[in-house]
């Protein structure tokens, strides 16, 4: 872990008002698909696909009970031979009403031909969520959105300078709460993904040892313990 993270996790456990955002907006998350047994799409951009923040809201549901967490990736560009889980294309989207979760999640523009596609699911009834860079248009379609701040002019991430994907910390002002320097969208994926399981079921899970705390009702202290693990770790394998 690189020392922009560090510091970040120092400021996560700390209290920063980034904690209660994540939160917020997970809440929103958890409760829509909570309320309707499921239903969760994740969709990206043409040239962004979310299989990480996919693996790991997979992962969560199973570990807090959650099972309606599990999401459905859209894709953009479906080749042919892959898994049924991985082969759900844009046409999935024009199905989407009532009962159904739409989480748009890109750093960048999501393109003209996304927010076609997300206006009308909404006009059809489903809940839209947007985890990004700050889109207006994306936000004035969202019932809720959280954005990550800006990477600072220049500043090189993996998707070239300037695109706002990169894996440090922005050292800029940020346009989420506040006005501190906020975390990267990749780790606020992180955050928004381990805070939508913190209020699930209690059941004890197999194997689990006797007196210890149910995966619903972990202090979220411990799930950000968790998730210093997972940033220091190699990242999943394709979803």
Known sequence: MDASRVALLREVLAGTEWVQASRRFAGA????????????????????????????????????GLPE?????????VRAGVPAHL??????????????????????QPGAGLLERVHDARRNGATVLALDGGDREL?????????????APGTAGPAGPGTGIDIGM???PGIGPGSMPGPDHDTLQHLVSMAAGEHGGSASLPGQPPGRPAP????????????????????????
């Open 29 to 64: 998350l958890r409760a829509g698909v909570t309320r309707h047994g499921g239903g969760l799409l994740l969709v990206g951009s043409a040239t962004y696909e979310p299989w990480h923040l996919a693996a790991h809201l997979d992962d969560e549901a199973a570990w807090s």
């Open 87 to 108: 082969s759900v294309g844009l046409g999935r989207l024009a199905a989407a009403g009532r009962g159904t979760t739409l989480l748009v999640v890109t750093p960048e």
């Open 216 to 239: 619903g009702r972990r202090r979220f202290r411990d799930r950000l313990a968790r998730l210093a693990d997972e940033l220091t770790a190699p990242p999943p394998p394709r979803w």
């Open 69 to 77: 967490l599990s999401p459905t990736l859209v894709r953009h560009h």
């Open 139 to 151: 936000h004035a379609l969202a019932h809720d959105a959280l954005a990550a701040p800006p990477t």
């Open 170 to 172: 922005d050292i800029g």
